[in-house]
T-cell receptor
Framework: GENVEQHPSTLSVQEGDSAVIKCTYSDSASNYFPWYKQELGKGPQLIIDIRSNVGEKKDQRIAVTLNKTAKHFSLHITETQPEDSAVYFCAASKAGSSGSARQLTFGSGTQLTVLP | GAVVSQHPSWVICKSGTSVKIECRSLDFQATTMFWYRQFPKQSLMLMATSNEGSKATYEQGVEKDKFLINHASLTLSTLTVTSAHPEDSSFYIC???????????FGNGTRLTVT
């Protein structure tokens, strides 16, 4: 099955600096890579996703890059703000066979702390 | 759009009792919902896939007789933790998607504490 590794487990940055979180995956058939933000006591919230036919995607201060050859993808947050502090999870999945819904395999999470 | 509502947000129960958690897709129909479990400072672990009108598919190591899943309608899936024990204390989160190739949206989770 798919295995997703995420680094670092914790990351502290000064407000205004950039933050980068990296993930690698094992199954070359995976073709969908979402990123989730989870605040304390809440469920994960989708912040950005990328499909395997795209190398980079950006949404305001958030961007994701994908290297299919190396099987890794990264989340980039620029101009970080204290409200960006949360746990971030990467995930990977592929379309299921026989029309079954795809399942996500999550990374271990990164606790991001933005220091004011 | 694509709002997933989970209820209750937290529950405390005594050991040996059963607890039911509801997961609703508020503005879309979901033929498939997923139930996850999350321990403190850990990642989400898929427990089971809930299929409307049919039996749930459980992940390896998850006891189907302990974690009963009922997906009776296109907008509601329930997870019942039967004969709960302190080791079942955890954060349970459901998720759903609007279509097979659509993003997965999560509820806000249920914090279960078994005393």
């Amino acid at each position: 099955g798919e295995n997703v590794e995420q680094h670092p487990s914790t990351l502290s940055v000064q407000e205004g600096d950039s933050a980068v979180i990296k993930c690698t995956y094992s199954d070359s058939a995976s073709n969908y890579f979402p990123w989730y933000k989870q605040e304390l006591g809440k469920g994960p919230q989708l912040i950005i996703d990328i499909r395997s036919n795209v190398g980079e995607k950006k949404d305001q201060r958030i961007a994701v890059t994908l290297n299919k050859t190396a099987k890794h993808f990264s989340l980039h947050i620029t101009e970080t703000q204290p409200e960006d502090s949360a746990v971030y999870f990467c995930a990977a999945s592929k379309a299921g066979s026989s029309g079954s819904a795809r399942q996500l395999t999550f990374g271990s999470g990164t606790q991001l702390t933005v220091l004011p | 759009g694509a709002v997933v509502s989970q209820h209750p947000s937290w529950v405390i129960c005594k050991s040996g009792t059963s607890v039911k958690i509801e997961c609703r897709s508020l503005d879309f129909q979901a033929t498939t919902m997923f139930w996850y479990r999350q321990f403190p400072k850990q990642s989400l672990m898929l427990m089971a896939t809930s299929n409307e009108g049919s039996k749930a598919t459980y992940e390896q190591g998850v006891e189907k007789d302990k974690f009963l899943i009922n997906h009776a309608s296109l907008t509601l899936s329930t997870l019942t933790v039967t004969s709960a024990h302190p080791e079942d204390s955890s954060f349970y989160i459901c998720s759903a998607r609007t279509g097979d190739n659509s993003p997965l949206h999560f509820g806000n989770g249920t914090r279960l504490t078994v005393t």
